[in-house]
């Protein structure tokens, strides 16, 4: 579990860069006049967006449930859907995400699941959930370059960083998962040449440790052999969970009174956001999401576009995180409950 300690220093991070972030943004601006107009939106489709950001968390919980059911696993979709919440809130306040699945684990393993059980399903969700996103940044590259430079402009690098990030991240995780053998020598290798350089002091015990984990991946490399509809499966519920998300920005376009753009068009472009800042070590791609939001979507909301910011990065992603946060608490004095009490009795 995370210590204390580093979920102080998480959060400490997150508010510093919040708090550069809305600096940046709204410096010399009318924060007044911007929170005005943003009352003035139409609360049922903030209320439906905020409704497609639940979806979108629970999405996950669908595929967690699916999987445990797959393997043999004892598990209520209730749970579920708490192990869901605690990872996205993690994830928000980590640099990277990295800090969800650790969580996730630990709340699982109060639960009495297997450890290998829940270590190769979440896997399985990581992978599918990077392989969405490269599936759709590679396919707007192959078919919507000129569409997207219309917008992005100078900015396209950020994109096409983004999408090779994940390339890089998916098909590293499949040369984990597929290639074990070859993965384990390249991480050996690598850290034997890490602590060669003494950025880390030799130590026998984390040798040990590296070589175990690696061995978990023989059991992703099985059960996707075995099991590929599953995969499939888990593929189209993510593709539809990450949609889901995406179409946060356009109930905030039509809760500002617009019409003039489709709702694939905005999908497209907020999809394009999460592409590019993805793989960047910032809560949430705090900082970057924002700056990217307000060169592509001018032409789109035009004096609207703080306003418009406000409300969707605020639904989409601090909505997410306190939504999570609460649930995280619920979880928490819920998960494990009986068994505790069972060992106290």
Known sequence: MMSKKQTVLNLLFLVIVFGLTMYLIFRGKDIGDIISTAR??????????LVCVVLFILGESVIIFYMMKTLGASVKM????????????FSCITPSASGGQPMQIFYMKKDKLPIPVTTLVLMIVTITYKAVLVVIGILICLFGGDFLRGYLGDYMWVFYLGVGLNVFCVTFMMILVFAPGLA??????GLKIIEHIRIL?????????LEASM??????????????????????????????????????????????????????????????????????????????????????FG????????????????????????MTCVAHLTIGRKNQEIQGS
């Open 303 to 326: 004096q609207l576009l703080l306003p418009s910011m406000l409300l969707s990065r605020g639904i989409a992603y601090y909505g997410q995180m306190l939504i999570s946060a609460l």
């Open 215 to 300: 061995d978990q991946y023989h059991e992703t490399a099985a059960f996707w052999a075995s099991h590929k509809r599953i995969i499939l499966n888990v593929f189209i519920i993510t593709f539809v969970q990450r949609c889901i998300l995406f179409t946060v920005t356009y109930w905030v376009y039509r809760a500002l009174g617009l019409h003039e753009y489709g709702i694939l068009t905005i999908t497209i472009l907020q999809a394009v956001i999460s592409v590019s800042v993805d793989m960047l070590p910032l809560p949430g791609g705090m900082g970057i999401s924002e700056t990217l939001y307000m060169v592509m979507f001018v032409p789109v």
């Open 201 to 209: 002091k030799p130590k026998k015990t984390r040798l040990e440790k």
């Open 184 to 189: 384990k020598w390249i991480m050996v290798k």
């Open 40 to 49: 003035e939106a139409d609360e049922r489709y903030l209320l439906l967006s």
């Open 78 to 89: 209730s749970h579920c859907a708490l192990y869901s919440f605690v990872g996205f809130f």
